[in-house]
């Protein structure tokens, strides 16, 4: 009632007052509902913290149970909000794979209600996942997910042709042809890049860093020296940019090298 009264702050805080995972008497699928609806309602009031504390009342195992399809795509869905606004892009590709497999393996069991009729969300949810998997930073569990991409959506991956040839890419040692008009006007009409989304323009950024980054760890692969005009040249972006993403590559140990700026060389290393 207060919320329909426009009276946000109010019903946040009555709600929050209510410890139903202590209610005994109350079936799961009730105390599941009401929590999301906290959630759905310090989301509304963009309170991060509170949506975190309130999410760890939901156990994986129980919002997963038979029948709980529904609870758990919204579960998911707010989750994603948090991971998003927390820059977590990780955990954000994996909330969207589990909300695309619930909505798939709902649709494959006969004599159900679909849960997305109009297959939109089953589709977003898809592109989401790639996409938050491929501007996430390189990490072993990364390339463990951009592999299981590849062998357990192929279907999907057809469908989606930009996506495809960024998974790709990413999972072979080639150079990948860097354009960033091009890349930003094809990727553009994607959700995670649109204006609606927050930290929008972030994840444009973040896309093209992976993808230079790609090619500084070809280049790592084939050369042990290599002078910096000509590493930009390979990778096509400025030396300045090329040296700036090496150096966080170096600081984040995700590659051992040493850069001779008198001499405009970078020298490659095997890790010991």
Known sequence: MLEADGKL?????LIQEIQIETYGSLKNVEKVDFILYQMKLVLERQDYVRLQILSKKISKKAISEAGLEEQKIKYYG??????IHEKETLEAAKAYQTIYDTINKHVTEEDKVPLDPSGQKKKDSFRNFVIYLLISAYTNEKVDLLNIVEAMYPRELEKEEHLAKFVR????????????????TDMSIFEPFQERTQHAKNHMIDLIRQLVQHNIRVIEKYYSRITLARMSQLIGVSVERAENELGDMVVNKRISAKINRLAGIAVFSKRK
């Open 9 to 13: 702050d109010e019903g946040t805080k």
């Open 78 to 83: 707010f989750m994603n909000r948090y991971y």
């Open 169 to 184: 890419k990413f999972l072979t040692f080639e150079l990948m042809p860097m354009n960033e008009e091009t890349i930003q």
